[in-house]
């Protein structure tokens, strides 16, 4: 039962990642005024939930499907090239939750 469990995390994380890549390239072709930060916003908070999960779910046999190690390993890649370029947007054009003030008085710690 771990086993199927563990591949249908799998490949729902990499059906995600596939999708998130489409929509992420659509979105750094549209003018940032269009751009509904918040979808953006829950399709990463969902793609890290994804990710803890499949890094959990190790407990398959591989040779039964070999091809989650695939996809998993595909999904992390994406992950470590998606996941900051869309916090930076994100931050970019306010919609990540930061205070500004705060990021103010980082900035000003690291001039000085």
Known sequence: MDAIIARNIIELAGAM?????SVW?????IDP???????????????????NLIVKAISFDSHNFPNLLTIRKC????????????????????????DQSKILRIMKVIIL
Not at 17 to 21: G, H, Q, S
Not at 35 to 50: P, S
């Open 17 to 21: 990642m596939e999708e998130f890549e």
């Open 75 to 98: 999904f992390l890649q994406k992950f470590i090239e998606f996941v900051p370029a869309v916090q930076t947007y994100l931050i970019k054009f306010k919609e990540f939750d930061i």
């Open 25 to 29: 390239t659509k979105i750094n072709k």
């Open 33 to 51: 005024s269009q751009v509904n930060y918040r979808i953006m916003k829950l399709y990463l908070i969902h793609i890290k939930e994804q990710r």
